[in-house]
């Protein structure tokens, strides 16, 4: 069983940064492969990054913007977010599931947080 736990989100002006953070229960975290999904109002939750021993995986929209990266000693897993744009607005994730793959389909991932709002405005 894996408890996720997000913070850092919050109110930016476009252009700006901000950093997630994901504290993660478990013993065997580095066995973990880790992601960050998003959700806005009225759609579908989607895909914004993962992480494993295989590497990193972004979606189109955030390559170049958004950095993925973890800290298993910590437990902790982050989402660096530059540049941000008022689309970026929305509640985002952290999720879990045991492996090494980069898997990037919502229904693939066994644990998730509660989500942490980010809203950009214009």
């Known amino acids: 069983q894996v408890q996720l736990v997000e913070s850092g989100g919050g109110l930016v002006q476009a252009g700006g940064s901000l950093r997630l953070s994901c504290a993660a229960s478990g013993r065997t975290f580095s066995n973990y492969a880790l992601a960050w999904f998003r959700q806005s109002p009225g759609k579908e939750r989607e895909f914004v990054a993962a992480i494993s021993w295989s590497g990193g995986s972004y979606a189109d929209s955030v390559k170049g913007r958004f950095t993925i990266s973890r800290d298993n000693a910590k437990n902790m897993v982050y989402l660096q977010m530059n540049s941000l744009k008022p689309e970026d607005t929305a509640v985002y994730s952290c999720?879990?599931?045991?492996?090494?793959?980069?898997?990037?389909?919502?229904?693939?991932?066994?644990?998730w947080g509660q989500g942490t709002q980010v809203t950009v405005s214009s």
């Open positions: 999720a879990a599931k045991r492996g090494y793959s980069l898997w990037t389909g919502v229904r693939e991932y066994d644990y």
